[in-house]
């Protein structure tokens, strides 16, 4: 099986833009969740989707969304990208669970300028 | 609030043994996971503890004890490339922590 795939791997952009990042979860999971990396706060969560419906959510800013479409596939996306926005971004799947492992992407590193 | 602490560093030596220990505090808990993280790469899954005892699987082993909220990761015959950070983290009900709760993380350094 492959595993989680996330797109693009790494992006420049200047505060102000937006950013739309993707992942496509293990097939057959239908749970995704996203997390932000960075050196002083580790892995924070954003949020998790299940079956196109947002489950969880974490305590980020709105310009912070995420969807998720029917085939498990999710994107999400930042609108009036800051400095402190430069992070690792990470998508994990699971079956769907809330106990379930998660697995994660290679993760799409995002430095904005 | 919802936490886990674990050390933010340990060293050890090639073909030790070295413990890395977990406690947390949750309102909820279906078990406890440990990821690994070298430098660059994403979080790879190394084991999932849902009851208490050892898991083993090859070199490493992961413990659990419930009743004392407390958990530990295992290393054996250390090698270079176990050079990495590793995370616990709990699965426990969602919220605005999400599914799985991480810890900081420990970065492990290996010496030759």
């Known amino acids: 099986k492959a595993g989680v795939t996330q797109t693009p791997r790494y992006l420049i952009k200047t505060r102000g833009q937006q950013v739309t990042l993707s992942c496509s979860p293990i097939?057959?999971?239908?749970?995704v969740s996203w997390y932000q990396q960075t050196p002083g706060q580790g892995l924070q969560f954003l949020f998790e989707?299940?079956?196109?419906?947002?489950?969880n959510k974490g305590n980020f800013p709105g310009r912070f969304s995420g969807r998720q479409f029917s085939n498990s596939r999710s994107e999400m996306n930042v609108s009036t990208l800051e400095l402190g926005d430069s992070a690792l971004y990470l998508c994990?799947?699971?079956?769907?669970?809330?106990?379930?492992?998660?697995?994660f992407g290679p993760g799409t590193r995002l430095l904005v300028l | 609030g919802q936490s886990l602490e674990q050390p933010s560093e340990v060293t050890a030596v090639e073909g030790a043994i070295v413990q890395i220990n977990c406690t947390y505090q949750?309102?909820?808990?279906?078990?406890l996971s440990w990821y690994q993280q070298h430098d660059g790469g994403a979080p790879t899954f190394l084991s999932y503890?849902?009851?208490?005892g050892l898991e083993e699987t090859g070199r490493f082993s992961s413990f659990l004890s419930r009743s004392d909220s407390y958990g530990y990761l295992l290393l054996q015959e250390l090698q270079m490339k176990d050079s990495a950070s590793y995370f616990c983290?709990?699965?426990?009900?969602?919220?605005?922590?999400?599914?799985?709760?991480f810890g900081k993380g420990t970065k492990l350094s290996v010496k030759p």
């Open positions: 994990a799947s699971s079956l769907g669970r809330q106990e379930e492992t998660q697995y």
């Open positions: 097939s057959g999971h239908r749970s």
């Open positions: 989707y299940f079956s196109e419906t947002q489950r």
């Open positions: 949750t309102s909820g808990f279906y078990g």
């Open positions: 503890n849902a009851l208490d």
């Open positions: 983290a709990v699965s426990s009900p969602g919220g605005s922590q999400g599914n799985l709760i």
